[in-house]
């Protein structure tokens, strides 16, 4: 099969990631769809070492390292450095992981795109605070295991709604994306790109390490994701206009569970009450893109 995605890379042929890094994986697509004149913002994450020490790097565009939590106010002072220049070619990202996005860079975030600045924020999400130990983040799904959230203490809070939330502040462009579908994150990006004002991309990105998984399952498990509604793609324009992008035959949510050590302790019944709350966030997003279904 061949993809049909732009095939100019961006990334050198190493990097230091683990083997069958999503997060990897995610920024070559992304890298592919922006091109030239990209310049990226990189708060502390798993990214900041896979690029690599100084002065080695495995990005082929400028990066500037950012303190954790500055994600979007260090992309508005580069894009108002660049606007200051006459240059409004080149395109600002910041990416992110979901620490850095949900938790620890929401404030700096949210401030960005309140005020509408002019740049894309990618946050590619492998659901904990990897880089550091596998710790639990707002993004951790309800029933995974973290070294923070060890044995009978899994996580009891379900997964905070990032896309939502960035909808909330009406801009013009939020959407889902996964590593598993390279055609779909492939369109998203360029759509971004293509958009004035703050962009928002949030990428399901499996990670080998944290999760339990062998290397060679990091895209079909991150497909399960979507095929099983745990991760839906769609996209919201405006804040308000919904477009489901990806309508799953439904497999069942244990299926995706079971392959996956870091939920190895759920019982039967725990799984059970997971498949219902897939639904309900899935009849939630339907309701939303005024999709009906019935039955
Ligand atoms: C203010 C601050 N607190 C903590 C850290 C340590 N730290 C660096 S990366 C990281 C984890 C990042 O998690 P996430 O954003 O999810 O990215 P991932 O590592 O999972 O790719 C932490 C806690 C830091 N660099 N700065
Ligand atoms: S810990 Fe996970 S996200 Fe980080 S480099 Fe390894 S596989 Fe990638
Ligand atoms: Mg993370």
Redesign the pocket.
Known sequence: MRLDVPDRDYMYSGHVGCPGCG?AIAMKFVLRALGDKTMMVL??????IIAGPYPQSTLQIPVIHS???TGGAVASGVRAALDAKGDKETCVVTW??????????FQALSGAVERNEDFIYVC?????????GI?R?S?TPYGAWTTTTPGQDWKKMRKKNIVEVLVAHRIPYAATASIAYPEDLTRKVAKARSIKGSRFLHIFAS?PT?WRIPSETAVKIARMAVQTNIFPLYEVENGSKYTINFMPKGYLVKEYFRLQGRFKHLTERDLDQIQAMVEEDWQLLLRKAGVRLQG
């Open positions: 997060a708060p502390a994450c798993c990214w900041s303190a954790f939590e992110a992981g979901d620490g850095g996005t949900f938790d620890i860079g590619y999400d492998n659901e904990a605070y990897m880089n550091t710790q983040s993004s990670c944290g």
